[in-house]
């Protein structure tokens, strides 16, 4: 039995495979009817949808036969991908390639096979829709054309599925977007200017600016400020001032405003609004505040978080407005809390940003986040390596021990990866037992901390298990582009993986 050859895209292909979120999914309708017309049309009694992934193939819809997976070693459909036209075994016990394959010697006893490849839009050959007969079951280019055409609507129906999911998620995403609006709206008009400007596509701190002056022109404030607490002291967000200072008189707001002397020295645990009248007669005042005519202070905190910023609004003598009217302190505090929740927003869509860049299982950077930092670049650091790394006997533990014990050995795998990589590199899980590190590092330094991780994992086991790696720079004559940089790195790890295979 000879296994197909691996596609010179195949990691492309693996990625693009990906795109589609379907491996390990339910059975679904469309598919079925394009696999039962299959059978019917070229009157076999097996039809099956398959999924090529890295070391197996997955049947997404099946008709005539029950396992959903098989050992890419053993599959048929392997090779189809490896081709233009639809792949065709009249014989297969005759056929030196498949003749010992366990599909022809048992179950279901291949004897023709005929499959049509999966081609999505990017031109990578996913799967293929193929057919089977335990019998003598010649084909005719009517029937091949058949194949061909269901194949194209199977991979339609893909798309479909692909393009819906997206759908859904933005869905969502618009639904959360309207909750938050629907919110805004109850707020007064000033505040609803506020938090428009917060939906607004502008740096953040451009719209904290705008919104601090259309609240200091509100409550007549000579001068405001948000205040981002940074440790034990404060730092300046935004600035915003309706007159120019002398220069020392600056000089010491500086000091006031980055540090924790003055009156914002007693505001380390304010959790409610503090509005001083007299400011000169606080102990604590400065100085060269008191000389520049500040007069009125407040603060108030931008939402309930503990390391909340505060908002600093300042009025000086030469102001018309006196004292803190309720009116003034009932739109600070609303102007506050809106912020407050712009900021929580913000720190929300940092938090789904992180999760959706997340692997579910080990915590470490996923092949969505592998595809923006590298494949979407069009050129990398030169000292740049890329490691492809395969966890050996991940299968052996699944069989062996559980597939809880599996997900425990990726997940010390991972952890112990990502603690030696530390803020040298990235670590990623591309799939599966698949795995990246991108680093500055010279290649042994990539190397020694996949050994510690797998020696660490394997604590974790009693089945033997270790990894294949692969590493390339780049600076290496052949890479080119980051697409070609995983391929090389991939090529060597597979070149590893048969050194290993072959010793044992």
Same mark, same amino acid.
């Given at each position: 039995? %000879? ?20 491996? /390990? ?18 009157? *076999? ?23 959903? @997976? ?6 048929? +459909? ?6 233009? %036209? ?9 056929? =030196? ?30 799967? &293929?829709? +193929?057919? $089977?007969?335990?019998?003598?079951? =010649? ?48 707020? &007064? ?11 607004? !596509? ?7 600016? *705008? ?21 034990? $002291? ?9 007159? %120019? ?8 707001? &500086? ?23 007299? #400011? ?14 500040? %007069?009125?202070?407040? #603060? ?27 009116? /003034? ?8 809390? $809106? ?22 299982? $080990? ?43 599996? /997900? ?14 530390? @803020? ?8 599966? !037992? ?7 590092? =010279? ?34 004559? /052949? ?14 790890? #597979? ?10």
């Amino acid at each position: 039995m %000879t296994a197909a050859p691996i596609p010179q895209d195949e990691a492309a292909r693996l990625l693009d495979l990906a795109r589609y979120h379907v491996l /390990d999914t339910e059975q679904e309708e469309p598919f079925e009817r394009i696999t039962r017309l299959a059978a019917r049309i070229l009157r *076999t009694p097996v039809a099956m949808i398959n999924l090529i992934d890295r070391y197996r193939q997955w049947g997404k819809s099946r008709i005539g036969v029950t396992a959903a @997976e098989a050992k890419r070693e053993h599959s048929f +459909c392997a090779w189809a991908i490896g081709g233009e %036209t639809p792949f065709v075994v009249e014989n297969a016990a005759a056929d =030196p390639r498949f003749r010992d394959n366990p599909m022809v010697t048992g179950e279901p006893h291949i004897h023709m096979y005929a499959g049509a490849s999966l081609i999505t839009p990017a031109g990578h050959r996913i799967g &293929t829709l +193929c057919v $089977t007969d335990s019998r003598p079951h =010649p084909l005719t280019s009517d029937d091949l054309q058949s194949l061909q055409d269901l194949a194209a609507l199977a991979m339609q129906e893909l798309e479909l599925r692909r393009e819906r999911l997206d759908a859904a998620q933005a869905a969502d995403a618009q639904r959360r977007q309207a909750e938050e609006l629907r919110q805004v709206l109850s707020h &007064t008009r000033i505040v609803e200017g506020i938090s428009s400007l917060m939906d607004l !596509d502008l740096p953040f701190e451009d719209a904290l600016e *705008t919104a601090a002056a259309l609240v200091s022109e509100a409550v007549g404030a000579d001068f405001t400020a948000v205040l981002l607490r940074s440790g034990p $002291t404060f730092s300046v967000k935004v600035p915003r001032s309706a007159r %120019t200072f002398p220069e020392e008189v600056s000089q010491t707001a &500086t000091s006031l405003l980055s540090g924790r002397s003055g009156v914002l020295g007693s505001l380390g645990d304010l959790s409610a609004p503090l509005y001083i009248g007299d #400011y000169a007669g606080q102990p604590q005042a400065i100085p060269a505040l008191v000389a520049a005519g500040v %007069t009125e202070v407040a #603060y108030v905190p931008l939402g309930d978080d503990p390391l909340r910023p505060l908002l600093l609004v300042l009025r000086l003598s030469s102001n018309s407005v006196r004292g803190w009217r309720v009116q /003034d302190k009932a739109l600070l505090e609303v102007a506050a809390r $809106t912020v407050g929740h712009a900021l929580r927003r913000q720190a929300a869509l940092e938090r789904a940003q992180g999760e959706a860049r997340a692997d579910a299982l $080990t915590g470490v950077l996923n092949r969505r986040a592998f595809e923006e930092d590298v494949l979407a670049q069009a050129t990398l650091d030169p000292a740049t390596r890329l490691a492809v790394i395969d966890v050996d006997g991940l299968k052996g533990v699944n069989d062996a021990e559980s597939h809880a014990q599996g /997900d425990k050995l990726l997940k010390v795998f991972a952890q112990t990866l990502r603690a030696e990589v530390a @803020e040298l590199g990235q670590v990623y899980r591309l799939g599966g !037992d698949e795995f990246a590190v991108v680093s500055l590092e =010279p290649a042994d330094t990539l190397l020694e901390w996949v050994d510690l991780a797998a020696r660490v994992a394997q604590q974790m086991v009693l089945a033997p298990v270790g990894a294949s790696v692969g590493v390339a720079a780049w600076a290496d004559a /052949d890479a080119g582009t980051p697409a070609a940089l995983l391929s090389l790195a991939d090529a060597r790890m #597979y070149d590893m993986k048969r050194r290993r295979q072959a010793l044992r």
